[in-house]
């Protein structure tokens, strides 16, 4: 069974990177499609991005477009998420799900396997 962990949160100033990584064990990444999605306090679980199973990749939060980037490196089974000029309505707990379908989607309960999340806060 696939056991997915996000690392690579932490606090940064604004305008700020970071790269959020998940690594998956338990089964191999080259046969899911891996989301990332993210959750601030009060707010539900948006999509960001997702990598589909033939390397596809979807975006779905119009606030994020130019400044976040979705990779997967299946040699490494691990996928990443690239953040670049952070804002601080970019603070969430960020979120990397997987599911066997293959496709992307942004809904939330389409997706079969979830980390634990990674807190990422932008403040200066």
């Known amino acids: 069974q696939l056991h997915v962990v996000e690392s690579g949160g932490g606090l940064v100033q604004p305008g700020g990177s970071l790269r959020l990584s998940c690594a998956a064990s338990g089964s191999l990444l080259d046969d899911y499609a891996i989301g990332w999605f993210r959750q601030a306090p009060g707010k539900e679980r948006e999509g960001v991005s997702c990598t589909a199973k033939n390397g596809g990749i979807a975006n779905y939060a119009p606030s994020v477009k130019g400044r976040f980037t979705i990779s997967r490196d299946n040699a490494k089974n691990t996928v990443y998420l690239q953040m670049n000029s952070l804002k601080p309505e970019d603070t969430a707990v960020y979120y990397c799900?997987?599911?066997?379908?293959?496709?992307?989607?942004?809904?939330?309960?389409?997706?079969?396997?979830w980390g634990q999340g990674t807190q990422v806060t932008v403040s200066s």
């Open positions: 799900a997987a599911t066997t379908k293959g496709y992307c989607s942004a809904y939330v309960p389409y997706y079969d396997y």
